[in-house]
């Protein structure tokens, strides 16, 4: 049953990176939307650390502490960086899930 549960999770895991990039590819991300991406993506980081062992992983994380302590202290401007901060967070979940692909999944 766990190796089973396993399994679910590492593919649930992959698919919502995979949505994740194609929504923060979308041209009409608003502040509210964006927002909430973080939150989802710093959500899969919390409910997935058994994947801190990967660099990209830790750096994902980073990225997202970064963007929500910068939003949380006002210290940036929302519309200035906001092409920069997609182009990051697409970058580095582009890197994490090239790093799930090539983990070695065995089925018994």
């Known amino acids: 049953m766990n190796n089973q549960y396993n399994l679910h999770k590492y593919v649930n895991g992959k698919n919502i990176i995979d949505r994740i990039i194609s929504i923060l590819n979308e041209d009409d991300i608003n502040t509210d939307m964006e927002i909430e991406i973080i939150n989802s993506i710093a959500d899969f980081i919390q ?62």
């Not at 990225?63 to 970058?91: A, G, T």
């Not at 790093?99 to 999944?105: A, H, P, R, Y």
């Open 47 to 108: 409910n997935n650390l058994q994947y801190d062992y990967l660099d990209s992983f830790n750096k994902l994380a980073d990225i997202v502490v970064n963007i929500i302590e910068n939003f949380n202290d006002e210290s940036i401007d929302l519309y200035v960086d906001k092409k920069n901060r997609i182009c990051n967070l697409i970058k580095s979940l582009s890197n994490l899930k090239e790093d799930f692909n090539s983990i070695e999944v065995n089925l018994y």
